[in-house]
């Protein structure tokens, strides 16, 4: 299967708020955003609707970050994946960096920098749509 073509954005993250703040600031943007709120049910929607960018939580219960992480770069090889953490008992930077080291093409921490996130986004969809 091929990517969507129409500019598709999955959102996996356990915490709501930051899936709406995500699903909204995008939104407006004029991406098709699709949202989960866990890694299992982001697994499943990722295989289903090979979305051209993954953004992930790092640390959420049953399926992390992590696992999906390396499941889009190892079966999904055109995705763009962007991580994102707040850290907890490890700090974000750490989450992050092996984030970076299994593949993620960005990482950023929380609070968000929301006008990173929409240049980095805006790039990576032009490698889809140029």
Do not use: C, N, Q
């Not at 092996?98 to 093409?105: F, I």
């Amino acid at each position: 299967m091929e990517p969507s073509g129409i500019g598709t954005i999955l959102v996996v993250d356990d915490s709501r708020v930051m899936r709406e703040e995500l699903v909204s600031f995008l939104g407006g943007k004029g991406y098709r955003i699709l949202e989960a709120a866990d890694g299992e049910e982001g697994w499943r929607m990722m295989d289903e609707t090979l979305p051209d960018i993954l953004i992930t939580d790092l640390i959420m219960p049953g399926k992390d970050g992590i696992e999906l992480i390396r499941h889009a770069k190892r079966v999904h090889k055109h995705m763009k994946v962007i991580a994102i953490s707040g850290g907890g008992a490890i700090p974000a930077h750490r989450h992050l960096g092996m984030a970076r080291r299994l593949g993620a093409d960005y990482v950023m921490e929380k609070p968000l920098d929301w006008k990173a996130l929409e240049t980095t986004v805006s790039i990576y969809m032009l490698t889809y749509f140029v």
